[in-house]
Nanobody
Framework: VQLQASGGGLVQPGGSLRLSCAAS?????????IGWFRQAPGKEREGVSC????????YDADSVKGRFTISRDNAKNTVYLHMNNLKPEDTAVYYC???????????????????WGQGTQVTVSS
């Protein structure tokens, strides 16, 4: 039972990447809240984007609004993070996460997330 994140790499400023997060051992359909987090060296893990199909709530950090888009494909049991116009400050390890339905929607406490991916490194540099 795991989430497997992939798609990270080295990209120049202004470039794009698509991160994928494939679920195995469980049905992503049952986990209506999906999210992406990131952690840069020396910093705490922060929420990047979230989508909750149970209550329709969503969240994008101010720093990524208009540039990042979260989506899911339940048929493929996969979550995506589409990242455009990448900046050096987007450099971090990115983690996906999944949670069951919650009244909090995308604002569930950090310990409310059931599954976490192992992380994929994104480096934005010229």
């Amino acid at each position: 039972v795991q989430l497997q994140a992939s798609g990270g790499g080295l990209v120049q400023p202004g470039g794009s990447l698509r991160l994928s997060c494939a679920a195995s051992g469980f049905t992503l359909d049952d986990y209506t809240i999906i999210g992406w987090f990131r952690q840069a060296p020396g910093k705490e893990r922060e929420g990047v984007s979230c989508l909750s199909s149970s209550d329709g709530s969503s969240y994008d950090a101010d720093s990524v609004k208009g540039r990042f888009t979260i989506s899911r494909d339940n048929a493929k049991n996969t979550v995506y993070l589409h990242m455009n116009n990448l900046k050096p400050e987007d450099t971090a390890v990115y983690y996906c996460a999944a949670a069951p339905p919650s009244a909090y929607g995308c604002y569930i406490p950090r310990n409310g997330w059931t599954y976490w991916g192992q992380g994929t490194q994104v480096t934005v540099s010229s």
